[in-house]
């Protein structure tokens, strides 16, 4: 099966990347986003996110002539499709617009022969709406659902399984779970993907690859919501919760991971909500889970009130004015500069609504504060003079300084 031409609709954290290993392999790729701004980005050569050595990636692509940028889809042999699946309300519906303007953009540009592959992290079934999105547009192309084997549009759900900032490696060598709405969808995604992957394209149905996905992200929630119950716990019989999981972890078949100030991210804050929007009664576990990880960006900010109070009955006459807080890490985890989901953005936002004193945001993978922290100014890590000290992101900067002078609340353990 012969693909000339991939067209990759979002040029996200997933889809740049996705496009510039595809346009590695000297396949031309069509890359389409509604942001104006990235797509000018794309063209000069450059990237608007960090992922290590994409840079230098794109920069080959577009110079070599097989990456380029619009925001208009244009005709294709595959579509790969890899936008963002927010919530449409505080209850964590899944908002499938994105999917649904995405689907509707390329239809006008299908051809009969054609592959469209959703990678967006979806709920069970986001795949088959999908393609009755397409057939609603085109009537005139014949779809899985309705002819199976025989459709003129072959159709799939292949989920991305890497983690950021080793996107590139990742892509290649990682095992891929491909799930088309027949065999014969399947096989061309199989096709598609085998270009660059060197791991195994494992086959599956729409359903199950769109589930496996969730399952995935599902399990380690759940695990790093043990960790941080844990931590709440130890807190309350004055027990080190660090000391306590390496001393566990001793036995050889116990495994606990480290807490922190919550859970973030476009997966593992947000998957496992897809089950339980589709399941409510059966997801009992997954939901605590969720509850668990959500509390503990507020358990964070209680302890700060309490450790501002503490610091003002030993300095009579001072206010909280007088304090200045030094915050530690906005990233959803370490040595990236994705703020997406990010409890520890999150905590800080908190912060800066309610304390009236100096805050100083160390964050060394962004150049400029996001909207949302006040008064707050950024500084480098040797610039930092406070009285109370918030490490919620272990960068790697932050690995190797010795513990701050101070009141120290550690939700990483760098400092223990």
């Not at 960790?227 to 130890?234: F, G, K, R, T």
């Not at 997954?286 to 302890?303: F, Q």
Request: aromatic content about 6%; some cysteine; charged content about 20%.
């Amino acid at each position: 099966m012969q693909f000339n031409i991939i067209s990759m609709v979002g040029l996200g954290y997933i889809g740049l990347p996705t496009a510039a290993v595809f346009a590695s392999r000297k396949i031309k790729v069509i890359g389409v986003d509604v942001n104006q701004k990235a797509v000018d980005t794309i063209n000069r050569g450059e990237i608007h996110i960090v992922e290590p050595d994409l840079d230098m990636v794109v920069h080959a692509a577009v110079k070599e002539g097989y990456l380029r940028a619009t925001t208009t889809p244009e005709p294709a042999d595959a579509f790969l499709i890899a936008v963002p699946t927010p919530f449409k309300n505080d209850n964590h519906d899944p908002d499938l617009r994105y999917i649904e303007s995405a689907a509707k953009s390329i239809a006008p540009v299908l051809k009969r022969g054609d592959l469209v592959i959703l990678e967006s992290t979806s709920p069970v079934g986001a795949t088959e709406q999908m393609a009755e999105w397409l057939a609603t547009a085109r009537p005139d192309l014949t779809f899985p659902q309705n002819v199976g084997e025989a459709s003129d549009i072959r159709i799939a759900h292949c989920p991305e399984r890497v983690l950021p900032g080793q996107v590139l490696r990742e892509l290649v060598q990682n095992d891929r779970v491909v799930g088309g709405m027949t065999p014969k969808c399947s096989a061309a995604a199989c096709a598609l993907y085998k270009t660059f992957v060197e791991g195994e394209c494992v086959v599956t149905n729409a359903r199950t690859a769109e589930m496996a996905k969730l399952t995935e992200n599902s399990f380690r929630d759940v695990n790093i919501a043990f960790a941080n119950e844990l931590s709440v716990i130890c807190d309350k019989l004055d027990i080190n919760v660090w000391e306590l999981i390496r001393l566990a972890n001793r036995h050889p078949r116990v495994s606990i991971l480290q807490p922190g100030p919550g859970v973030g991210g476009h997966c593992i804050a947000v998957d496992p909500w897809f089950i339980v929007s589709k399941t409510p009664e059966c997801a009992r576990l997954i939901r605590t889970a969720r509850e668990v990880n959500d509390s503990k960006p507020g358990w964070i900010i209680e302890k700060l009130r309490a450790a501002i109070g503490s610091y003002l009955m030993e300095n009579k006459g001072e206010s909280s004015a007088d304090l200045t807080v030094a915050i530690y890490g906005l990233a959803f985890k370490p040595n990236i500069d994705d703020l997406r989901e990010s409890p520890a953005l999150h905590i800080a936002r908190c912060i800066a609504a309610e304390h009236p004193g100096s805050l100083q945001f160390v964050e060394p993978n962004i150049h400029a504060l996001p909207s949302g922290l006040g008064h707050g100014v950024l500084v480098k890590l040797d610039e930092v003079e406070a009285d109370i000290h918030v490490m919620l992101v272990d960068h790697r900067e932050f690995s190797n300084s010795p513990p701050p002078l101070g009141h120290i609340i550690d939700a990483r353990g760098v400092w223990e």
